[in-house]
């Protein structure tokens, strides 16, 4: 079946540092993901959407690569700061149907 | 409204209990999501609404669970005889358009702070 993952153990990394977060996915290929930014407590916020003919997305400090050959998506933060700790989670949705497929997230901790 | 609302944000069943939780998606807003999310898991899909028709209902867990949005607009997600293992966050997110598969701005999701539902 159809499935999006990412590395469930937490990541935690410098102030200042570039944080890379992964998601595989496999027996599918999707037109597009998207990751998003979740705080505890609070709903997902979409940050960025990348398709499956774009290598690369950049929106302020945050890059997105889709690497169809290894079926992986990587999304960084440069210059990372404790502001943005959170989980971040990656989704994608695939054939027609409606239904989007999350990851189980990857939570970043930036340390001052 | 500024973003998607859900009511109420804390539910405290007990075991057998119907409960009914509400989302008020933004304004305008076609398609409508209602997902589980456990502890430490990403959201799950539950089933999704295109204005008022139920178009796809396949995460739905069993037939304790019913949705509905009657107008197209404002959604209620029903648990019927609750269990322990509904405990969970439930969320719901609207969309402007029609899901696509061009990636394009109808594709972005808008979340709620979603329900917090404890089964005791």
């Known amino acids: 079946s159809q499935k999006i993952e990412q590395n469930s153990e937490a990541l935690n990394i410098q102030e200042g540092k570039t944080a890379t977060l992964t998601c595989n996915y496999t027996?599918?290929?999707?037109?597009?993901l998207q990751w998003y930014r979740q705080d505890p407590g609070r709903g997902p916020v979409f940050l960025l959407l990348i398709r499956e003919n774009e290598k690369e997305k950049r929106k302020e400090r945050l890059k997105v690569t889709f690497d169809t050959t290894l079926k992986q998506s990587l999304f960084h933060i440069t210059a990372s700061q404790p502001a943005d700790s959170a989980t971040y989670l990656c989704?994608?949705?695939?054939?027609?149907?409606?239904?989007?497929?999350f990851g189980s997230g990857t939570r970043l901790s930036i340390r001052p | 409204g500024a973003g998607v609302s859900q009511s109420p944000r804390y539910k405290v069943a007990k075991r057998g209990q119907d409960v009914a939780l509400r989302c008020d998606p933004i304004?305008?807003?076609?398609?409508l999501f209602w997902y589980q999310q456990a502890l430490g898991q990403g959201p799950e899909f539950l089933t999704y609404f295109q204005n008022e028709a139920q178009l796809d209902k396949s995460g739905l867990p069993s037939d304790r669970f019913f949705a509905e949005r009657p107008e197209g607009s404002v959604s209620t997600l029903k648990i019927q005889r609750t269990q322990q293992e509904d405990s969970a966050v439930y969320l719901c997110?609207?969309?402007?358009?029609?899901?696509?598969?061009?990636?394009?701005?109808?594709?972005?999701?808008?979340f709620g702070p979603g329900t917090r539902l404890t089964v005791l």
């Open positions: 027996n599918y290929s999707p037109a597009y």
């Open positions: 997110a609207s969309s402007s358009r029609v899901p696509g598969l061009a990636g394009g701005p109808e594709d972005t999701q808008y």
């Open positions: 304004s305008g807003h076609v398609s």
């Open positions: 989704a994608s949705r695939y054939s027609s149907a409606s239904k989007i497929i």
